[in-house]
Structure formats: C-alpha cells, structure tokens
C-alpha cells in the first residue's frame, strides 16, 4: 500500500504545533514563569502591587529618624544625568534638604542602563536594601528610579524623570511634615518582604 504526501494535513500539524509551543509561552497575568520552565514561579506570584499612597500616607519619621531618598540610575541615562545638577532635580533636593537636615541624598549610579547594581554601590547603612532586591531578582531596575525609605522600609516609590516633581518630592515634603507625629500605624512599623 502506498502512502501519498498530504500537504495541508503536514500544514495542518505544524500549525498546531506552533500554536501549543506559543500557548505555553504565554505569560500567566500577575505570575512569573519558573526558571527551570516547570512552571508558575509561586514566590512571585503570589505578591500583590503595593498601594504607594497608601504607604505613603501612613508612614511618618521619628523626630530623629533619616529619611532617605534613594535614586537608581545610570551614566548612560540621558533622563538620570538631566535630574542631577544645581538646576535640576537634585539641586532642588539639596536646596530643600538644607532646611530638612534629615533627608539624605543616595544615588545609586551603575555604568549602564543594561547592567545590573552591585553591593558596592549601596552605602553600609542601606545595604539591606540591596538583599531585598538580589533576593527578589530586582538589581536590574528601570531608572530613574526613586525611593524614599525610613529605617529599613520603602516607604513610597515611583519611576521616570517627571514623576520627581509631580510625586516624589511632594511625597518627601509630606513625610517631613508629618516627622515626629507619630502617625504610624502597625502596619508601617513592620519591615516587609513585599518590595
């Protein structure tokens, strides 16, 4: 018995075959594919987005806590080197800062957007930072990134160069005027996982 070649049944075949090899691609929304392929990377998944504002809005420093702003960036970012200067981002900070003496400037500053940050990078003080992110997989950040963090918690995040000016400096100005009211809740107090 001869067989015949059935070109639309091969056709046929291999479009299903991509189909499946595209469907199992397909990321799971909110979840992260495992690295060895098995699966759903339950870790990650099972993380919820943190509400910023609501953050933000139940965290006040101690009278003498630091604040810090922490600035993830890169020398070859053009966004990264437009915030820095007298006349920009920065100088504005620092300006500020002098009637603020207890927030502090940290730039985080790798050589390239593409690389990823280092220990050295991070002062002895905000080391801890940098574990939460090599734990979570996160040294590798979009930037300009900017964090405000009191103790060992980020307390409000938030990306790109204009979000400086229409949320992370007001957020800085709320936290300072709310230093030493002691308007923490529990919550705030806790030093979480979830960054």
């Known amino acids: 018995m001869a067989t015949t070649w059935k070109p639309f049944k091969r056709a046929g075949m291999l479009a299903l075959a991509m189909a499946m090899a595209m469907a199992s691609a397909v990321a799971i929304p909110g979840a992260a594919r495992a690295q060895d392929g098995s699966g759903v990377d339950e870790t990650r998944a099972a993380r919820t987005p943190i509400d910023w504002e609501a953050r933000l809005a139940s965290s006040a420093p101690k009278a ?35 009637d603020h003496p207890l927030v502090k400037l940290v730039i985080v500053e790798r050589s390239q957007i593409a690389g990823a940050e280092t220990e050295a990078l991070y002062p002895p003080e905000l080391l801890p930072f940098f574990e939460k992110r090599r734990a979570n997989g996160a040294l590798k950040t979009g930037v300009p990134l900017f964090e405000a963090a009191i103790g060992h918690r980020i307390v409000y995040r938030t990306y790109g160069y204009s979000s400086w000016r229409r949320s992370m400096f007001p957020a800085l100005q709320a936290l300072e005027s709310r230093r030493g009211a002691g308007a923490r809740d529990a919550a705030a107090d806790q030093d979480d996982n979830k960054e």
């Open 64 to 98: 003498d806590q630091p604040v810090y702003l922490i600035v993830h960036s890169a020398d070859d970012c053009k966004f990264c080197q437009r915030w820095k200067g007298p006349l920009s981002g920065e100088g504005e900070l620092r300006r500020w800062s002098k």
